[in-house]
């Protein structure tokens, strides 16, 4: 069964640092992995789709890795804003039909 | 090009009694799946449709159900509402039930079980 955490599970950092967020999963076997932004009460956005042939992506101030053989992702953000602050998923697809995800890592980026 | 919409945005139900959610695929999508999130938590998956027929369920007992219309358009029915039914309801949509397929989601509705 597939398992994904996330670490740390809050994080609060003042404006402009850069910072790593962290999430593992258990089965290597994966289609895609994927990095979401949920503010609070809200749906989910999309940030980062990473397929499994791939080692990372980059979209503006963010950059995903992945490194399957390991089991391991990270989310990079540089020079973070107070509107950064949000909780950060983590998803993988171990199969065509489903995502599982980790519990987030809600981050605060203070003024 | 429309997103995928969901309604009720808030509803209030008492326990035992029976809810309805909705959900409108992204045009020219095809998949629907749905995914439950309690409070503090990531994203469960309940279940999926594709062209009409259940393509996939999580461990969710059967008072959770759902149907998928021609249109693509989907329902989240839940029986016997149980206090610990009080979550984020969300539903994705795909062009496609593959792996490679990417799921977009809507905004939620916010289920509160009294």
């Known amino acids: 069964k597939q398992e994904v955490t996330q670490i740390p599970a809050a994080l609060s950092v003042p404006e402009g640092e850069n910072l790593v967020l962290n999430c593992s999963f258990t089965?290597?076997?994966?289609?895609?992995l994927q990095w979401f932004r949920q503010d609070p009460g809200k749906g989910l956005t999309s940030l980062l789709l990473?397929?499994?042939?791939?080692r990372e992506q980059t979209s503006g101030r963010l950059n995903a890795s992945l490194d399957k053989s390991s089991g391991r992702s990270t989310l990079y953000i540089a020079a973070s804003q107070p509107g950064d602050s949000a909780t950060y998923l983590c998803?993988?697809?171990?199969?065509?039909?489903?995502?599982?995800f980790g519990e987030g890592t809600q981050l605060t980026v203070n003024p | 090009e429309t997103g995928v919409t969901q309604s009720p945005t808030h509803l209030i139900k008492t326990r035992g009694q029976q809810v309805t959610l909705r959900c409108s695929s992204q045009?020219?999508?095809?998949?629907v799946s749905w995914y439950q999130q309690a409070l503090g938590q990531g994203p469960q998956f309940i279940f999926q449709?594709?062209?009409?027929?259940?393509?996939g369920r999580g461990n969710f007992p059967p008072r959770f159900s759902g149907l998928q219309f021609p249109n693509y358009s989907s329902e989240l029915n839940v029986n016997a509402l149980e206090l610990d039914d009080s979550a984020l309801y969300l539903c994705?949509?795909?062009?496609?039930?593959?792996?490679?397929?990417?799921?977009?989601f809507g905004p939620g509705t916010r289920l509160t079980v009294l």
């Open positions: 994705a949509s795909s062009l496609g039930a593959s792996g490679s397929d990417t799921q977009y």
């Open positions: 089965d290597s076997a994966i289609y895609n």
């Open positions: 990473i397929q499994s042939s791939q």
């Open positions: 998803a993988v697809k171990p199969s065509g039909s489903r995502l599982t």
């Open positions: 045009s020219g999508h095809n998949t």
């Open positions: 449709y594709y062209r009409e027929e259940e393509n």
